[in-house]
């Protein structure tokens, strides 16, 4: 047998240590939520300490008193010169983030339960849970809490709505009955009336879109945050010839988003992703 083309060890080798890398689980995709200011969130951010978005405050979570018992993080809000303003027992989460609210001197912050000991979350199918808080930062006072269940990524908040992606979900056959699949979608909850769910766009796939090739070593799904509207892209890591290794954006969606409750008849704005 003769032995192995140089090129092909190397493009072998390569695929190896990027799965090493990005450790994905079956189906897995990589995430990564980008702030207008430029400040993203992925699986290999570990900050001590995260800025809030468009505030000068900042987060730092440490371990609690009793962190050998229990494994809880307290929650600190620092101002700009590392000063600590207000501390939040067993609140906190060493995957955590922050953003400015609409209200008065307020913040939101997401603190995150991921189940992925070699990354700092955002890796699909890993999420287990967000606790959500609206904070006052005149006073310290938790005006709005709430938890969301496995896989519902926080996105963002504008004026009293929170908007996540929902990764979906394959069919499952229990061979007498089959539980249908639910595609992908981002909608928001609004704080007046958090039990209801409005959707406002969504995908047609569950988990992934298929737009790997067999020269792809992971994907990435990037939410990039802007004023009136996320915008979802989907990129391929692959391999040829010509470029070596290099990122391809395969598919994109514009989702407007916007600030308020309600309409008026009581239903909520209905819109479609807007694939580019």
């Not at 009955?177 to 409005?198: L, Q, V």
Request: net charge negative; charged share 25%.
């Amino acid at each position: 047998m003769g032995r192995t083309p140089t090129r092909l060890l190397f493009i072998l080798c390569l695929g190896m240590v990027s799965t090493l890398l990005t450790g994905c689980v079956k189906g897995g995709v990589e995430y990564q939520v980008i702030y207008p200011s430029g400040y993203v969130r992925d699986p290999y951010v570990k900050d001590e300490i995260t800025p809030v978005e468009g505030t000068s405050y900042q987060l730092r979570c440490r371990k609690s008193e009793d962190y050998e018992k229990t494994r809880a993080y307290d929650l600190e809000i620092l101002d700009e010169t590392g000063e600590v303003l207000y501390t939040y027992p067993k609140m906190g989460s060493t995957t955590i983030r922050g953003e400015a609210g609409d209200r008065k001197d307020t913040i939101w912050v997401c603190s995150e339960s991921w189940s992925t000991p070699h990354h700092n979350g955002y890796l699909s199918t890993c999420l287990d849970s967000s606790h959500l808080f609206l904070l006052d930062m005149q006073n310290g006072e938790i005006v709005f809490q709430t938890e969301e269940g496995d896989n519902e990524l926080y996105l963002t908040s504008t004026g009293d709505r929170c908007y996540f992606y929902f990764q979906g979900k394959w069919a499952r056959d229990f061979g007498l009955f089959t539980i249908p699949a639910k595609n992908a979608e981002i909608y928001y909850r609004d704080t007046s009336d958090w039990g209801e769910k409005h959707t406002v766009s969504t995908f047609g796939y569950a988990m992934t879109p298929k737009i790997g090739t067999n020269h792809t070593s992971y994907i990435v799904a990037r939410f990039f945050l802007e004023e009136d509207k996320i915008r979802v892209s989907w990129i391929c890591h692959e391999y040829s010839n010509e470029n070596g290794w290099e990122d391809i954006e395969r598919e994109a969606y514009d989702v407007p988003i916007e600030t308020g409750g309600p309409k008026a008849d009581g239903t909520a704005p209905l819109g479609h992703g807007e694939c580019r």
